[in-house]
């Protein structure tokens, strides 16, 4: 074996060990040597102190004069040049005390520094461990399992269930299942019939099936994936020190001070005294102590930020692009609305969907499932069920025969079902149908549904200073624009392929600091070409967490803003802390210029600077009351009450929809009933809860958001609610009075129904983007 390929990793661990080590192991000492010599001096010892604090000198000059040459190959010249000329000063005129307070805060910087700055691997560990080894390859013979780099075009292959589609190809059984959120980031499972592409890395959630391979494993589309996020994190550049950038001006400055100090009067001690006070401690101290205490700061509220750099970074980005799944929306799908055919209700349709779906693993049936347990309805154990893939299960619930899922293609769809179908193509949903002994009786419509905090977290962006709010997603366009709208973004870019993302990253970077927000697999490449990569953790996908620069630990996109105005925090205070203690410094050197200063003085006189820059970059730490208001225990536990009781109101909502669709198709008894069933919901259920929010919700919300007038535009809409309640209470009267609704009633009920629909359901999403997101 070749010794130098052993030496190589050996040499790999050790530096990394080393690097971990240094800034620690060199605080401990010169901080010991500055503490024994000062023992030293007050036991009347100074030829003893003098050699502690120079050896404590000594000890910073070596690797300090390593970190500058380092810095020199990389050409760049920042403040560590500075502090090596003053350690060599003060070594070479006798100030072995100022050396050894030199030496100190050198330390103290760099390791301070080490802890904001460390950057964490973008070894994409996670992408590398979703990707298949081997395929089974169908033979004359049987199926033989091959290392994938065996696979060749042409190959006939077999995908089983639960695998991971190995290179990309063609169906070439009748039809293949397939969660594809791993590419799109779309949560909802498709189906792709003979013939159809299909691309690697795609999960097979049905039954085996054929595939035809179309490409090797190299030139596939996971393996495409794999190779853009590796590049685009090479093509990342190093982040530029902060303290370095102003150094660019403070070092020549502080050279040109000592030259000049030593020329005119002679003396070698007070060009050194000028190099002790010029020592940039505020740079080497004030930015990383900010920095730190950002970190700090974030890592309390759920923003695990990898490095000061990214941090910095992010108080300076102006472009925010954000993926649409998962980043926006819940990333699960929900139960947007439920029609019934007449005879049935609402609630019966999704408690019957419900039992039969709790035996599908399908990611809508646990939707279904979760809203029907969530509106407090009472689930039947169904019996004989079978499920077909890409169908949807089929069971007995209650005696009748029960299937959710698809209708088949030649199933007559009545009226009512072609409302649905309508309905669902405006609100980019899709459907679960429930048959009962094989004849249509209702529909599940289910979306993937926009976060409660996405508006105000976008706001709030605006508000700190990002110019540029973009989607990028894989899903279709007009659900993508639909979003886009509803948040007011300046542009969406749908149907993108993971090269298609970090090209989009790309070209935002030659114009402004870039972030890129994601969650999942597809996302990894674009969260790694970003000059901040941020991923959405509590949810996401590994790869994604560890491509990012930034990881939201809670599952609130609202904590993005937190991260960006605590961000922009730091680095203000990190830049007033270095410009104030150089302003400082910059005096001190005057008056070392002209002899008023020794060495040693001056280097305590650093020191006071420093401990002010520090508890002024301290305040970082604080929280800023404007990243979000405060609200009280009390008005936290009104928000969870009844932000729980908009989740069981649903099926209110539900009703009233259902009662003005009926009053629309069949103006007669059975449409009466649906409306007086309707009423009695609204008086005992609906109208009690806004009257509670109206008096105990918003009267605890309002000195958290200035005022009473702040929630007076919600107040209005109960205002209304009550209105048009008491105006379908009247029909209903008159209905009574005339033994049924006469003609001219019907336009102005169904207008009564559908507005109070509206109302209800805007009124419903105001509240929970602009109050109940306040709660954590």
Excluded at 67 to 84: E, F, P, T
Excluded at 189 to 206: I, K
Excluded at 235 to 260: K, T
Excluded at 717 to 722: D, Y
Aim: proline share 5%; net charge negative; aromatic share 2%.
């Amino acid at each position: 074996m070749d010794h130098s390929t052993r030496r190589a990793p050996l040499h790999h661990l050790i530096s990394s060990f080393v690097s971990r080590r240094l800034e620690p192991l060199l605080l401990a000492v010169t901080a010991a040597a500055l503490t024994g010599g000062g023992i030293a001096w007050l036991a009347d010892a100074p030829d003893l102190a003098d050699l502690l604090w120079a050896l404590g000198t000594v000890a910073a000059v070596v690797p300090a004069l390593w970190w500058v040459l380092a810095a020199l190959r990389r050409g760049q010249a920042g403040v560590d040049l500075i502090a090596v000329l003053a350690l060599g000063g003060t070594l070479a005129v006798g100030e072995y005390l100022a050396g050894a307070l030199i030496a100190l805060m050198l330390a103290t910087g760099r390791t301070l520094e080490a802890a904001a700055q460390r950057r964490a691997s973008h070894d994409l560990r996670a992408l590398l461990a979703h990707a298949p080894r081997s395929a089974h390859r169908r033979t004359d013979s049987g199926v033989v399992t091959v290392p994938l780099e065996q696979v060749v075009v042409d190959d006939l292959l077999v995908v089983r269930p639960g695998e991971v589609v190995p290179v990309d190809g063609r169906v070439e059984s009748a039809a293949a299942v397939l969660d594809e959120s791993v590419l799109t980031g779309e949560p909802v499972q498709v189906e792709r019939p003979r013939g159809e592409a299909v691309r690697s890395g795609v999960v097979n959630t049905g039954g085996a099936f054929e595939l035809r391979a179309t490409a090797t494993e190299g030139d596939s589309t996971y393996a495409q994936i794999v190779r853009l996020a590796q590049q685009a994190g090479a093509e990342s550049a190093p982040v530029v020190r902060l303290a370095d950038r102003y150094a660019a001006w403070f070092l020549p400055l502080s050279l040109v001070v000592a030259g000049l100090a030593w020329l005119i009067s002679g003396s070698a001690v007070r060009a050194v005294a000028v190099l002790v006070v010029a020592t940039p401690c505020p740079l080497l101290l004030a930015a990383p102590v900010a920095i730190v205490s950002g970190l700090s700061r974030a890592s309390r509220l759920g923003v695990v930020v990898r490095d000061g750099g990214a941090l910095e970074n992010l108080g300076r980005a102006r472009t925010l692009l954000l993926d649409k799944t998962g980043t926006l929306t819940r990333g699960r799908p929900r139960v947007l609305d439920v029609s019934a055919a007449p005879g049935l209700k609402p609630a019966e349709v999704l408690r019957l969907a419900a039992s039969l779906d709790q035996y599908s693993p399908h990611v809508l049936a646990q939707a279904v499932v979760d809203t029907a347990r969530e509106r407090g309805l009472r689930l039947t154990a169904p019996t004989d069920v079978t499920e077909e893939p890409g169908r949807g299960p089929t069971g007995t619930v209650d005696g009748r025969r029960v299937s959710v899922g698809r209708l088949d293609t030649g199933t007559a769809r009545p009226a009512w079902a072609r409302a649905v179908d309508n309905r669902a193509l405006l609100d980019g949903a899709a459907v679960a149908w429930l048959t009962l002994d094989g004849e249509p009786a209702g529909a599940v419509l289910l979306r993937d549904p926009l976060r409660p905090d996405a508006p105000r977290t976008l706001r709030h962006l605006r508000t700190a200073g990002i110019r540029r709010l973009l989607m990028l997603t894989g899903d279709r366009a007009a659900p993508a624009r639909e979003v886009a709208a509803v948040l007011g973004l300046d542009d969406v870019r749908a149907e993108l392929s993971p090269a298609d993302k970090v090209a989009a990253v790309r070209a935002e970077r030659e114009h402004a600091v870039t972030v890129m927000v994601g969650d999942g697999v597809n996302d990894a490449p674009a969260l790694a070409a970003a000059d901040v990569g941020v991923a959405m953790g509590a949810h996401g996908s590994t790869a994604s967490s560890e491509a990012a620069d930034i990881v939201l630990t809670t599952d609130r996109v609202d904590r993005l803003a937190d991260a960006v105005t605590i961000a922009q925090r730091a680095r203000r205070i990190a830049v007033q802390s270095a410009l104030g203690g150089m302003l400082m410094s910059l005096v001190a050197m005057a008056v070392a210029a002209v002899g008023l200063l020794p060495p040693a003085v001056g280097a305590l006189l650093q020191e006071g600077i420093d401990v002010a820059v520090i508890l002024n970059a301290l305040r970082a730490l604080r929280v800023d009351q404007a990243t979000r208001p405060a609200v009280t225990p009390a008005a936290e536990a009104l928000i969870h009450r009844f932000a729980d009781e908009h989740h069981d109101l649903q099926d209110v909502l539900d009703a009233v929809r259902d009662a003005a669709d009926r009053l629309s198709d069949e103006p007669g008894p059975t449409a009466l009933t649906a409306v007086e069933e309707t009423h009695r919901l609204l008086v005992e259920r609906l109208l009690p809860h806004e009257y509670a929010e109206e008096h105990e919700l918003y009267p605890a919300l309002a000195p958290t958001l200035g005022g009473p007038e702040a929630t007076a535009t919600m107040s209005r809409a109960h205002t209304e609610i009550e209105r048009l309640s008491r105006r379908i209470a009247t029909h209903l009267e008159l209905a009574r009075a005339d033994g049924g609704l006469a003609r001219d009633q019907l336009d102005d009920l169904r207008s009564c129904l559908y507005g109070l629909n509206t109302v209800l359901r805007l009124h419903f999403t105001q509240e929970e983007e602009n109050y109940f997101s306040l709660a954590p």
